[in-house]
């Protein structure tokens, strides 16, 4: 029986990949170590972006010992912490700065409440807006004109509408008026002013 097989030669073997990033590592840089430097440490404060190269055993003993704040005093390193809370970007007291009146003359106009009251209509101040009479509604021509036509004016209520449509038709109909045939075209009106206000949605 034999050893070899010819399946031993498709078989593929993955290259070590760690092997291969120590060949290409420069030295260790702790003293007396030869290893290859396969990890990067920060050199220090005001050296941001600058790294030393150490193997795997030094950069766990330089990271011990390692002190971002070290010669830095207390209060320095209490206002550090205290800029980090911005970034460490400039900010103001609230009306202290040249432009933060003329910013709040339209901070109204920025903000998310404005914006929505200005898109969406609250007729009965439900999301407290401040408005609370409700917005009255603008008549289209054939509504208005329907509106003149039972006698009512454009601020006509759907309630006004009903009881005046019932007095005209009582009026006006047929059967009320003794056949008078007179008021059949003023009735034909009433009927048809009153319809079409109702597929308005007026009353």
Same mark, same amino acid.
């Given at each position: 029986m034999?050893?070899?097989?010819?399946?031993?030669?498709? =078989?593929r073997?993955? @290259?070590?990949?760690?092997?291969?990033?120590?060949?290409h590592? @420069?030295?260790?840089q702790?003293? $007396?170590c030869?290893?290859p430097?396969?990890?990067r440490? @920060?050199?220090?404060?005001?050296?941001?972006?600058?790294? &030393?190269?150490?193997?795997?055993?030094?950069v766990r003993?330089?990271?011990?010992? &390692?002190?971002? &704040?070290? $010669?830095?005093?207390d209060s320095e =390193?209490?206002?550090?912490?205290?800029e980090a809370l911005? $970034?460490h970007? @400039?900010?103001w007291?609230?009306?202290?700065n040249?432009g933060?009146?003329?910013?709040?003359?339209f901070?109204? =106009?920025?903000s998310?409440r404005?914006?929505?009251?200005n898109?969406?209509?609250?007729p009965?101040n439900m999301?407290?807006?401040?408005?609370a009479?409700p917005?009255?509604?603008?008549? +289209?021509p054939?509504?208005?004109k329907a509106?003149e036509? #039972?006698?009512?004016?454009?601020?006509?209520? $759907?309630?006004? =509408?009903?009881?005046?449509?019932k007095? #005209?038709?009582?009026?006006?109909?047929?059967?009320?008026?003794?056949?008078?045939?007179?008021?059949?075209?003023?009735?034909?009106?009433v #009927?048809?002013?009153?319809? #079409?206000? +109702?597929q308005?949605?007026?009353c």
């Open positions: 034999s050893t070899y097989s010819k399946y031993f030669e498709k =078989i073997v993955r @290259p070590d990949r760690q092997a291969e990033v120590k060949s590592a @420069p030295r260790c702790w003293d $007396g030869d290893e430097g396969t990890h440490a @920060p050199v220090g404060r005001m050296r941001e972006g600058e790294y &030393f190269r150490f193997c795997f055993d030094h003993e330089y990271n011990k010992g &390692f002190n971002y &704040f070290s $010669g830095v005093s =390193i209490a206002r550090f912490q205290k911005t $970034g970007r @400039p900010t007291v609230m009306g202290a040249s933060a009146k003329a910013a709040s003359d901070s109204h =106009i920025r998310g404005a914006g929505y009251y898109r969406v209509r609250d009965y999301f407290g807006g401040g408005r009479e917005r009255q509604r603008q008549a +289209k054939l509504e208005a509106l036509t #039972l006698g009512l004016d454009t601020k006509a209520t $759907g309630a006004d =509408i009903k009881a005046r449509y007095e #005209l038709v009582k009026r006006h109909h047929p059967d009320a008026n003794g056949g008078d045939r007179g008021s059949e075209d003023r009735f034909r009106d #009927l048809q002013a009153y319809r #079409l206000l +109702k308005a949605g007026l």
